[in-house]
């Protein structure tokens, strides 16, 4: 395996500017181009290479499959992460009386698409967090018989708290609560635990390296009812009595996938594993250990929790003023993501220890 970080001259953009905004917006790989070729290529070559694409989106399938721990039949396309939200929470047969958790620091589409339900009397309880820590235990006796669903992300978006998923699903498992994880945040650079959910869902663009798709996995031994309300072309079969669904997730595909999108996000994942999540993880994890602290000794507001279990590739820390400190380290050299209150920085697998070292040095001045 090669060793990390991985060579900086593999992406595009990244000759002199230090990236670490991979949570809101990686690089593309060199490699892409060639895909983009590809994709090109086939395209034009009618029903054959139309044949192609579903072949490809077939091979992404599987690699996802085995980066989420469930079967490739399992897998499913969207459009993005959000849709796939929707799709799972229309799924669920809701009764007036009923009720959903989430986290009150947890990602908007979530907390959006369950709110939606009050129309029909189902109440959400949003779980007040500590500081801005979430807080498991707070999550899961909010629970009770009448919870449906539970949404939580493994990385938080805001903060970069890392959650473990193991305790919440070992909790619910056996209960009438689907457990909706989204690894928006953490796929492409820690392990993620699709097994151990009833569905995990994640946008493609951020740690996975691709562009702005969306991938559903659906636990069918765990949460074997899934039907989304909606239907279409590909999601069915032609009966003489009308469609039926088909048998596995792309009965979440209604249409077409992203097909240009595939051939992108295979190059990324073949990338991604020539070194190994395990290796990406372990490489990744103390350089936000050290942003972690270095924020903490700059004396900034730091949101990520100090705990190394609690971390994962994005460290975040509370600023008013997102906009001058990301135009003033841009101007500097380094990319990192601001708004909603703080300033996150992101690392990955082409993050050298010099970076981070270098943007902990640059701080103070970044900070006006
Ligand atoms: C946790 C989480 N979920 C979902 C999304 C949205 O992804 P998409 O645009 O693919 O729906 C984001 C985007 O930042 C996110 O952080």
């Given at each position: 395996m090669p060793i990390l970080p991985a060579p900086k001259e593999d992406f595009v953009g990244l000759d002199d500017i230090v990236h670490l905004a991979t949570g809101g917006q990686p690089p593309l790989l060199q490699a892409h181009r060639a895909a983009f070729e590809h994709f090109a290529r086939d395209k034009a070559r009618g029903m054959e290479g139309y044949r192609v694409h579903w072949a490809v989106v077939d091979e992404v399938r599987t690699q996802l499959a085995s980066l989420v721990n469930l079967a490739p039949q399992n897998i499913a396309l969207t459009g993005n992460a959000s849709e796939a939200i929707a799709k799972v929470v229309s799924s669920i047969d809701w009764q007036p009386g009923d009720n959903a958790v989430v986290a009150a620091l947890d990602y908007a589409s979530g907390r959006y698409a369950l709110a939606r339900l009050a129309d029909i009397g189902v109440t959400v309880r949003t779980v007040p967090c500590d500081g801005w820590t979430i807080g498991i235990d707070g999550l899961l006796s909010a629970c009770d018989s009448k919870t449906r669903l539970v949404y939580v992300s493994q990385v938080n978006a805001l903060t970069g708290q890392h959650l473990d998923i193991a305790k919440v699903s070992n909790a619910l498992s056996g209960t009438p609560t689907a457990l909706l994880v989204d690894a928006s945040h953490a796929l492409g650079v820690v392990p993620v635990p699709g097994d151990l959910c009833d569905f995990v869902v994640s946008s493609c663009y951020k740690f996975l390296l691709g562009v702005h798709d969306g991938v559903l996995g659906w636990n069918r031994a765990r949460?074997?009812?899934?039907?989304?309300?909606?239907?279409?072309?590909?999601?069915?079969?032609?009966?003489?009595?009308?469609?039926?669904?088909?048998?596995?997730?792309?009965?979440?595909?209604?249409?077409?996938?992203?097909?240009?999108?595939?051939?992108?996000?295979?190059?990324?994942?073949?990338?991604?594993?020539?070194?190994?999540?395990?290796?990406?993880?372990?490489?990744?994890?103390?350089?936000?250990?050290?942003?972690?602290?270095?924020?903490?000794q700059a004396g900034l507001p730091v949101m990520t929790p100090s705990d190394p279990v609690q971390q994962a590739a994005n460290a975040a820390f509370e600023w008013a003023d997102t906009e001058s400190f990301v135009t003033r380290a841009q101007k500097d050299g380094f990319l990192v993501w601001g708004d909603n209150g703080r300033i996150r920085v992101s690392a990955h697998l082409f993050t050298a220890e010099a970076d981070i070292d270098a943007f902990l040095d640059r701080l103070p001045r970044f900070l006006g």
């Open positions: 949460w074997p009812d899934f039907v989304p309300s909606g239907v279409g072309w590909h999601s069915a079969t032609s009966t003489v009595a009308g469609f039926a669904i088909k048998d596995d997730a792309q009965r979440a595909e209604y249409g077409n996938v992203g097909h240009l999108g595939a051939y992108l996000l295979k190059a990324s994942i073949d990338y991604l594993n020539s070194f190994g999540i395990e290796a990406i993880t372990d490489h990744v994890r103390p350089l936000a250990s050290c942003l972690v602290d270095g924020m903490a």
